[in-house]
């Protein structure tokens, strides 16, 4: 294209951001994620998650499932304005993983990531005082 965005037309905007959707869409999910988040395709679909420091204190004594369910209804509305309905969470040794019951598209992958970092205030034990 070589001009400014400013220059380009609605139909010339629309081509160039679906080209460039087109072409996240081509790169594998997992190759856009951060270091600190793991992308797994799994049978039933596709697993998000991070690893949050309470590693030395079973998630199943930290996290009740009062809390889990708090945490499943933050992602619930966040799902629902992303198109990731189905999701469901998950509390590990160490780690909170987001199954979601299909492929996910790379801006998906991106907003599960974004999604993660805004629960870390809520969950990562290292920020209680």
């Known amino acids: 294209m070589g001009r400014a ?18 072409l996240l869409r081509s790169v594998p999910s997992a190759s856009l994620a951060r270091s600190d988040v793991e992308v797994r395709e ?10 949050f420091k309470w590693a030395f204190i079973p998630a199943g004594q930290l996290w009740s499932e009062e809390d889990r369910r708090e945490v499943q209804t933050r992602l619930d509305e966040f799902a629902l304005r992303r198109g990731l309905q189905g999701a469901t969470v998950r509390f590990g040794p ?8 299909r492929r996910l598209q790379v ?6 990531q ?16």
């Open 42 to 51: 799994t049978a039933s679909g596709t697993v998000v998650g991070r690893a």
């Open 107 to 112: 801006e998906q992958v991106i907003a599960l």
């Open 5 to 22: 965005i400013e220059e380009l037309d609605r139909g010339e905007l629309e081509a160039a951001l679906e080209a460039a959707l087109n």
């Open 94 to 101: 160490d780690r909170l993983d987001v199954e979601v019951p």
């Open 114 to 129: 974004e999604w993660l970092d805004s629960e870390r205030e809520t969950l990562d034990v290292s920020r209680v005082p």
